[in-house]
């Protein structure tokens, strides 16, 4: 596909994440929008697995490295799929839950924390895949559905899964984050 069709299908496919109101404050949409998320990351060849030993769960995608035999760089990409509530609702000039256009730009609860965030980067991924094949370096995505309410059973799945959520670099969100994640002890630093 061309990279204006990769943007056109991920603008199609953000709306119906943003529509997923995906409130954890309110459990709302919580297991809906992991799976959405779960279909997603295998619809662009990613192995992905939903994580319920807590009540929020966690979404895990992996993408192997083009020579997945070489010890290759892994890099990790932090992400939330919960959002805050969007009450009041009379504050909003369009539905909170439907991603509109406004000034060449994208609103919708959510959009830039961070649901437009994770969006920006499969596109970036799926485009990069269609031109090369498999990036050379070894792509992990971690989603969580709780951090709007304190990343609650986070540290669970970072003890049970530290193997699998192993990585030389995270990108946290929107970007860089002036933090340390320390794998063997399981703690933000």
């Not at 991603?99 to 961070?114: E, H, P, Q, V, Y």
């Not at 990585?167 to 969100?173: A, G, K, Q, R």
Request: charged share 25%; hydrophobic share 35%.
């Amino acid at each position: 596909m061309s990279k204006q069709t990769n943007i056109e299908t991920f603008q199609e496919k953000l709306a119906e994440y943003i529509h997923l109101s995906s409130v954890s404050a309110q459990y709302q949409n919580i297991p809906e929008t992991a799976e959405f998320l779960k279909t997603t990351f295998e619809s662009l060849g990613g192995q992905a697995q939903i994580f319920t030993d807590e009540k929020y769960p966690l979404v895990f995608a992996d993408f192997p490295a083009k020579d997945a035999a070489r010890n290759q760089t892994t890099v990790l990409f932090y992400n939330h799929y919960d959002v805050q509530p969007a009450e009041p609702y009379d504050l909003w000039e369009s539905d909170p839950w439907t991603l509109t256009r406004k000034d060449g730009k994208l609103i919708a609860r959510g959009i830039a924390d961070c649901k437009g965030d994770l969006f920006v980067r499969l596109t970036a991924l799926k485009n990069y895949i269609d031109e090369n094949g498999q990036p050379p370096v070894h792509i992990k995505f971690l989603v969580e559905g709780a951090e709007e309410i304190a990343s609650q059973g986070l540290e669970t799945y970072f003890k049970k899964y530290a193997e699998l959520f192993s990585t030389d670099l995270i990108v946290w969100e929107s970007g860089a984050k002036k933090r340390t994640w320390t794998i063997s002890d399981y703690r933000w630093q």
